[in-house]
């Protein structure tokens, strides 16, 4: 199931391992004024303007006068104290990760990547792309401990892995969850990682847009691709190597795991995703405990974000919701009876309105649903506007396949 538009400019590709056999980016044009490659990448390395508290001060423009605007040296030295602390506390719990295909050492098809502390049994979170390549995964602490680590699950819609050692250093705790709730644009997000394998940087900038999504790494039988959905944007400058490190808040917590930047260069251009706490909190429990996770299926692709031609082609009075263009044969939404579009004409498909009690203005609605509420086996309700009149289909959710 998947929204047709998702990064309709920007192509995604993850960033944390960036390796030798690594597949080959896809690349989008730039719609608009010099066409450009961008592309979403994964934020890692292979082996081998940030917020000014300390220069002269801001420049204020007051008509054709410029007026050095100096913040307040308390001020100054409050942010510069709580980000050093924050620091001081957080960085022991974020680790750098060497993936090889075996004790060697040789990284053939290996890189690096970055992991924090998930777990007081030793448990580690990181990116799926970051461990995928390799058999071998060694971590290494700020401390300098070096352990050999154990792949737990990984989880490529949701692009999560957890490793675990068997110990950890006595200053490495597991770093505190934050709320995907209360996360607001604007505010600080501070990243920590290994971007080029310079280890245990950190970068800051704020969050720059919620509710976007990124695509699976897993293809489908079908051809069709699942996205991820509520993650979050930011401008905190992350490169590759950073890919599985934390995003966190002022306060240490940890609200985003980093894995992808929009770029035209392969380097942060200010344009980075951070899987959701709220998507940490759903799946890595299941990859702790089975290995995998069991997301639910209705087995419908739609056209997650109409336009006002499309409405006309589709023949519906309306944009908001998620038009269906297919319906898989057998499958959850076959079984309850929605309708997809007719291939020739476009039209005839069920508009869905309304998911449970949850309004579907977009697919990103839809989908949301599904993955972070939902659970496989659960019968909802499947509001749809069909030949100009509501209808309510029952359904019960199948497993992803």
Known sequence: MNGKRGLRVLAVVAIAVLTITACAPVVAPVSEGEQKDVVVQPVSRELDSKLDLEGDGNVAIDGDRSTPVVAQPGATLGLEDQLTELYRETNPSVVY?????????????????????????????????????????????????????????????????????????KDAGPLPLGDSDAIEIGQFAIAIGNPFGEQSSMSMGIISGLDRSLPSQRATTSGSTYSLPAVIQTDAPINPGNSGGPLLDLDGRVIGVNAAIASTSGTSSGVGFSIPVSVVKRVVPSLIEDGEVAYPYMGVSFDGEISLPEMEVYDIDQTRGAYVITVTPDSPADEAGLIGADPETGRGGDLVIAIGDREVDTFSDLNSYLVLEAAVGDTIDITVIRDGEEVVLPLTLGERP
Not at 127 to 140: A, I, K, L, M, P
Not at 146 to 169: F, T, Y
Request: net charge negative; hydrophobic share 40%.
């Open 97 to 169: 990760i060497v993936v090889t295909n075996g004790q060697t050492g040789f990284a053939a098809s290996g890189g690096t990547g970055t992991g924090w502390v998930y777990g007081a049994d030793g448990t580690i979170v990181t990116n799926n792309h970051v461990v995928e390549s390799g058999s071998y995964f060694e971590v290494v602490f700020p401390n300098g401990a070096r352990m050999e680590a154990e792949l737990i699950g990984a989880d490529p819609d949701s692009d999560l892995a957890v490793l675990q050692v068997e110990s950890l250093p």
